[in-house]
C-alpha cells in the first residue's frame, strides 16, 4: 500500500476562494515534498518539507508538517483556474525514492 | 537547461504487442526514475538507476518490463508482450543527487500515456 493518501481524492471550488488539501503517511518520514500534476504533463515540484520543519510557504503555497499525526497540508490561498490539477504528496522514508499516494484533483472554476 | 524529455508523448497498442518508451533525463543527472501511473490509482515506483546500474528495481511488476540504460545517458523502459493493466501513465525522472536532501525536487517528464487496447 502507499505511504501517502491525499484527502480529499476530489476538491471543487469558485476562483478566488482557498483550497486545502491533506496528506497521511504510514512511517517515519525524512522529508516530504508536494507536486502538481496538469493535465497531459509531468509532475512539477511545488515544495518540499523537512522534518524538523512546521511550515514553509510559497508564493500562495503554504505547507504544514505535522510529525506527530503524520499528516501534512497544502492550502492554495486565492485560487485561480490554473491552478486546476491534481496534487500529490510525496515522502521520502530514508530509501530516499520518493513514494507518491493517490492524489487530489482539484477542480477551480472561474 | 533542458528538462526531461520523455517520448512517445502517447502510444496505443494492441494486446500482445510490444512497446518501447524512451526518457532523455537532464544532461549530468546521474540518477533516474521511472513511475506509473493507472488511472485513479498512485503514483508507483518502478526502478531507479544511478548511471547505467540498476539501483533498485523492487517496483518493476513482472518481467515483461524491460529497463536499460546503456552508457548512462537515457533509458528506455520495454513493455513485452503488452497487456491491458499495463495502460497508464508512465513518469520519469532524474535528479543529480539521491534523495530529498536538497529543496528542488526531482525533475519529471511529461509522461507517455500508453493505452493497450
Known amino acids: 500500500s502507499q505511504q501517502g493518501e491525499e484527502d480529499p481524492q476530489a476538491l471543487s471550488i469558485q476562483e478566488g476562494e482557498n483550497a486545502t488539501m491533506n496528506c497521511s503517511y504510514k512511517?517515519?518520514?525524512?522529508?516530504l515534498q508536494w507536486y502538481r500534476q496538469n493535465s497531459g504533463r509531468g509532475l512539477v515540484h511545488l515544495i518540499l518539507?523537512?522534518?524538523?520543519?512546521r511550515e514553509k510557504h510559497s508564493g500562495r503555497l503554504r505547507v504544514t508538517l505535522d510529525t506527530s499525526k503524520k499528516s501534512s497540508s497544502l492550502l492554495i490561498t486565492a485560487s485561480r483556474a490554473a491552478d486546476t490539477a491534481s496534487y500529490f504528496c510525496?515522502?521520502?522514508?530514508?530509501?530516499?525514492?520518493?513514494?507518491f499516494g493517490r492524489g487530489t484533483s482539484l477542480i477551480v472554476h472561474p | 537547461e533542458a528538462g526531461v524529455t520523455q517520448f512517445p508523448s502517447h502510444s496505443v497498442i494492441e494486446k500482445g504487442q510490444t512497446v518501447t518508451l524512451r526518457c532523455d533525463p537532464i544532461s549530468g543527472h546521474d540518477n533516474l526514475y521511472w513511475y506509473r501511473r493507472v488511472m485513479g490509482k498512485e503514483i508507483k515506483f518502478l526502478l531507479h538507476f544511478v548511471k547505467e546500474s540498476k539501483q533498485d528495481e523492487s517496483g518493476m511488476p513482472n518481467n515483461r518490463f524491460l529497463a536499460e540504460r546503456t552508457g548512462g545517458t537515457y533509458s528506455t523502459l520495454k513493455v513485452q508482450p503488452a497487456e491491458l493493466e499495463d495502460s497508464g501513465v508512465y513518469f520519469c525522472?532524474?535528479?543529480?543527487?539521491?534523495?530529498?536532501?536538497?529543496?528542488?525536487?526531482?525533475?519529471f517528464g511529461s509522461g507517455t500515456r500508453l493505452t493497450v487496447v
Open positions: 510525496a515522502t521520502d522514508v530514508g530509501s530516499y525514492i520518493p513514494t
Open positions: 512511517t517515519s518520514i525524512n522529508n
Open positions: 518539507i523537512r522534518s524538523n520543519e
Open positions: 525522472a532524474s535528479s543529480s543527487r539521491t534523495g530529498f536532501i536538497y529543496s528542488s525536487g526531482y525533475t
